[in-house]
Nanobody
Framework: QVQLVESGGGLVQAGGSLRLSCVAS????????MGWFRQAPGKEREFVAA????????IHSESVKGRFTISRDNAKNTVFLQMNSLKPEDTAVYHCAADSFQRPLSTITFEYWGQGTQVTVSS
């Protein structure tokens, strides 16, 4: 009952910035958490960040902490991933996720997934 559409990916040089957006539709009021994951070729899917919708509490993986920031716009049912100081190793398909269950913020299980947006960082 939740649909997610990501946007904002692209090609940037190392050190640059991108801002990913994920617009949620459907029963967005039931999405207690939203998050971002990424998957690079040949690698496992990696947790990036998550946000508690009601409170705005966030958690970020150690690999992106200090560079990436997850945030939300309640009025627009949108979550963002601000990515600064990008590195080539950040290259991946980034997926937005949503979960209606009251699971801990750090839980990597989500119900709904977006189609993904490609982020490529060149050196």
């Amino acid at each position: 009952q939740v649909q997610l559409v990501e946007s904002g990916g692209g090609l940037v040089q190392a050190g640059g910035s991108l801002r990913l957006s994920c617009v949620a539709s459907g029963h967005t009021f039931s999405s207690s958490r939203m998050g971002w994951f990424r998957q690079a070729p040949g690698k496992e899917r990696e947790f990036v960040a998550a946000i508690r919708w009601s409170t705005g509490s966030t958690i970020h993986s150690e690999s992106v902490k200090g560079r990436f920031t997850i945030s939300r716009d309640n009025a627009k049912n949108t979550v963002f991933l601000q990515m600064n100081s990008l590195k080539p190793e950040d290259t991946a398909v980034y997926h937005c996720a949503a979960d209606s269950f009251q699971r801990p913020l750090s839980t990597i299980t989500f119900e709904y997934w977006g189609q993904g947006t490609q982020v490529t960082v060149s050196s």
